[in-house]
């Protein structure tokens, strides 16, 4: 039933203000749903691991089982390109949830790797739908500041873990968060199925907000019959022009999210109280970069600089402020080890949330999902390679020789968005 304050005198529903920014307000919760049920794992692990007698290669199957999963990205973009955002997001959403709470029937790694997989194909769809949200209801001046605060959403789930996990193993275990999780995604699934359509038929679009939406965005990306399959896009230099550096750049989030529990509980003693108190400050930290990236696009174009020129830019200042991560595992101080995997969360937001948003400002709108799928692809790929290649050499090398290497990485994606993308003719 509609109530009478949104109906007007003709029997129509009245237009909502902001539309566009209450829709990128849900999809935030989404997005803190997404990270907050992937991270709950990485935080557990000290508990899961002693409990479950799982060893750190093994550990390092589970959780590269989650980034084969997710490399299925492109799979699912090209499913909510044809099938939409309403139903396609919402089945996606729905699914992650029911795998993250049969979490708490796992025994062993081999049966949290197998959820680790489903839970990562479903999961990646994220991305995907988050990029398709904002070529569809943004602006392009609006795109950057719109994935930024969706990103948030990835790294306010990531902070909520560490204290989630530590009320969970207090009140009852670990399980526990996954349950409070997963119900909390099939909530959110009903709100998403009321309010979300695309601008053309959402009832409560006012004129004035959409005449500012459609006139802001490039007619060139209108995508009205130009979708291509993905052989076709995989012959685009712009395509490889952002997935390359994502590949480069996401093995820092993989630590984060993943290792940096352990990593504090083995290396500067830690225990879980320590980790809940310390564990969510990196993100805390990523959630400014978010925010931090639009801004300096945005500065540097009211000075002149194109669009494509300052998203390069902002990545490359954070590829530079990246370089602090390589000092992490020097660091005789674990507080100033703490303090620098802040300045590589904060960079690499900064960075991340740049390269994401550039695939709604090179191709066609019903390409965008496809084409983000396609760089979380290579992103995962990269977690997949670095996760494999820890967990199989921590224990005989140490932390350290993997700060340095994440520490250059993204100069070298940085180089890579130089050289290969093309701005649009």
């Known amino acids: 039933m509609v109530p009478p304050a949104a109906v007007d005198h003709g029997g129509r529903r009245r237009p909502f203000p902001y539309v566009r920014w209450t829709i990128i307000g849900l999809f935030v919760g989404a997005m803190i749903l997404n990270y907050l049920a992937r991270s709950v794992l990485g935080v557990a692990a000290p508990v899961i691991l002693v409990e479950q007698g799982i060893s750190s290669e093994q550990y390092s199957w589970v959780t590269s089982a989650f980034q084969l999963g997710v490399m299925f990205q492109p799979v699912v973009g090209y499913f909510l390109d044809g099938f939409g955002l309403r139903l396609g997001f919402t089945l996606c959403v729905a699914v992650w949830s029911l795998i993250t709470i049969a979490h708490v029937m796992a025994q062993g790694w081999p049966s949290f790797a197998g959820l680790r997989l489903a839970l990562g194909l479903a999961e990646g769809s994220a991305q995907p739908a988050g990029q398709k949200v904002i070529a569809e209801w943004f602006p392009a001046r609006e795109r950057g500041l719109a994935g930024g605060i969706y990103n948030i959403g990835a790294s306010f789930g990531a902070v909520l873990a560490p204290p989630l996990i530590a009320w969970a193993v207090m009140t009852q275990s670990w399980r526990l968060a ?165 300045l590589g969360g904060f960079a690499h937001q900064t960075l991340s949330v740049t390269v994401i948003t550039m695939a709604s400002d090179l191709f066609h709108r019903d390409e965008v999902a496809t084409v983000t799928g396609l760089a979380g692809l290579a992103a995962n790929l990269g977690v997949l390679l670095f996760t494999l290649l820890l967990g199989r050499m921590v224990d005989q090398v140490g932390y350290e020789p993997f700060f340095i290497v994440l520490g250059v990485l993204d100069l070298v994606g940085a180089a890579i968005l130089w050289t290969l993308v093309r701005k649009p003719a």
């Not at 409070?180 to 601008?199: A, E, M, N, S």
């Not at 400050?281 to 002149?304: E, I, K, Y």
């Open 178 to 342: 996954f349950v409070v999780t997963g119900g909390l995604g099939l909530v959110w699934c009903v709100f998403w199925l009321l309010w979300y359509r695309k601008p053309v038929d959402h009832p409560r679009l006012g004129a004035a907000e959409r005449a500012h939406i459609e006139g802001g965005q490039e007619q060139r990306l209108s995508g009205a019959g130009k979708r291509q399959r993905i052989g076709a896009l995989l012959r685009r230099r712009n395509l490889w022009g952002i997935a390359l550096p994502r590949l480069l750049a996401d093995p820092v989030w993989g630590m984060l999210s993943f290792w940096m529990p352990l990593y504090l509980a083995r290396e500067r003693g830690f225990d879980l109280t320590q980790i809940a108190i310390f564990a969510w400050l990196p993100f805390l930290a990523a959630d400014l970069g978010c925010l931090f990236g639009p801004a300096v696009v945005a500065w540097l174009q009211r000075r002149g600089v194109d669009l494509i020129d300052a998203r390069r830019w902002a990545f490359t200042l954070g590829a530079v402020m990246m370089m602090g991560m390589a000092f992490v595992g020097m660091a005789t101080n674990p507080y100033v080890a703490i303090g620098l995997l802040c």
